[in-house]
């Protein structure tokens, strides 16, 4: 019944910023790598960054440059700052972890991931 939390969607012109939030309520939520991920309608859920337990972190090419992911473990918090944004960036963002712990090289595939949030809506209008 683990529910993360996707806050901070909205809708920008093209060139514009966001900054995505999530709440994650894991006990150990320092140990998990996280992951942002999205999915545009007709479309597969695709990574889009992702961070681990050491602060490595991955970002899918398209958005290489663009957006930030970024965590405090102290507030159980995870971050998505995207700058510079497309249309082909709209989409369902949508929040997860990976629950097994302590990964040495966090994951941009979605079937790694296992707690979700119910997601947050980006619209990026040009």
């Known amino acids: 019944q683990v529910q993360l939390v996707e806050s901070g969607g909205g809708s920008v012109q093209v060139g514009g910023s966001l900054r995505l939030s999530c709440a994650a309520p894991l006990y150990t939520y320092r140990r998990y790598s996280m992951g942002w991920f999205r999915q545009a309608p007709g479309k597969e859920r695709e990574g889009v960054a992702s961070?681990?337990?050491?602060?490595?972190?991955r970002y899918a090419d398209s958005v290489k440059g663009r957006f930030t992911i970024s965590r405090d473990n102290d507030k159980n918090t995870l971050y998505l700052n995207m700058n510079s944004l497309k249309p082909e960036d709209t989409a369902m963002y949508y929040c997860?972890?990976?629950?097994?712990?302590?990964?040495?090289?966090?994951?941009?595939?979605?079937?790694?991931?296992?707690?979700w949030g119910q997601g947050t809506q980006v619209t990026v209008s040009s």
């Open positions: 997860a972890a990976d629950p097994i712990l302590d990964r040495l090289w966090p994951s941009l595939t979605r079937n790694e991931y296992n707690y």
């Open positions: 961070i681990g337990s050491s602060g490595l972190t």
